[in-house]
């Protein structure tokens, strides 16, 4: 069996980009495709070598704010390209990889969210700006679109039961899921049960990820945060941050694992169908403080008042400084148990994420839906 491998871009180390890395070596054996890579940038892992680009987009397309731009006319390109000769295509995908039509296999799209930018635009697009203004125009159009291009995937992955509950929501399409997973053994090797005392929060640096929501908090309760990340809005919200507030990039992964560890609590505030940053700072003991919605409801235990034992987080539900600060001063009441958050993020370990992949591959090609738990 001919098996394609197809990922939207390889600009950024983000979760998407290590995901389609982890998928690589499920499949050793099969082609791997992007529009545009970076190596500087972006991820590097054991089939790089084997990466095959458009010659064209890659020499345009260097980094993720330019994507952005570039990405309705990669729809195009993936749409047209002649993917023929292929019996299986597996796309991971939240914007232009999953447009493939020109293929006569079968197709199962790893599918992270529906495209933010075309469903949830005002969430992706937080400020007005030219490309939300170009985007709003031909919104119409750009859902009829995606809606058209859903009918050519034969199945669904979300990368989160929430994932899969939108997918299925937005396209009514045969949908399951399997949670994307974190190097759980690394992580862990960090752990630590003695804390220090600052505050940790991992992201890119994009508007849309509300990390202003914590250095508005910050700045008011005074507390010490780490920020470890780059993206379009660092010059403003670095600029805008007290002194109690650093700013770290190109953070090595030992560094990282320390500072996880070591921290008295990461802040998550955005609105995600999975987020893994949760989950590795709970692999390496830490609890966390996270904006209630999207996929941290299946993958955190919320402290509910009774649960400090088990709980792994601290939920706040309104992307505000008020109810972050109102959640950390409970959050710093609570006497966590570092042993039972580290197992928490042991479901979420590279070995389970490949077993449950190869074990939904295996299935839809033998068509057998007992195992297709779909949503």
Known sequence: MRVLLIHDQMLTKGGSERVFTYLTDIFPEAEIFTSTYNPNTSIRFNRSKDLKVSNFFNAIIRNSTTFKFFFPILTYYFQFKN????????????????????????????????TRAIWEIDNYFPRESLVKSFFKILLPYFKKRDLETSKYIDLYIGDSRESSRRIKKTYNSRTTYAYSPIEFSNYSSFFSSTKKDYYLLVSRLDYWKRVDVA??????????????????????????????????????????????SSAKGVIFTCDLEHGLIPIEANACGTAVLCYGFGGVKDTMVNFNGKNSDKATAVFFYEQNFNSLNNALAIFEKIHFNSYNIRDNARKFSRNIFKDNIKSIVSSFLKNDEKVLNEN
């Open 83 to 114: 993917f023929k000769g292929y019996d299986l295509i597996i796309s991971s995908s939240a914007t232009c990889a999953k447009y493939v039509r020109n293929f006569n296999g079968k197709h199962i799209c790893y599918c992270y969210v529906p």
């Open 215 to 260: 250095v508005d908090a910050f700045n008011k309760n005074g507390r010490k945060l780490i920020i470890v990340g780059s993206g379009e809005a660092h010059k403003e919200l670095s600029l805008k941050a007290k002194e109690n507030i650093e700013f770290l990039n190109n953070v090595s992964d030992q560094e990282l694992g320390k500072l996880y």
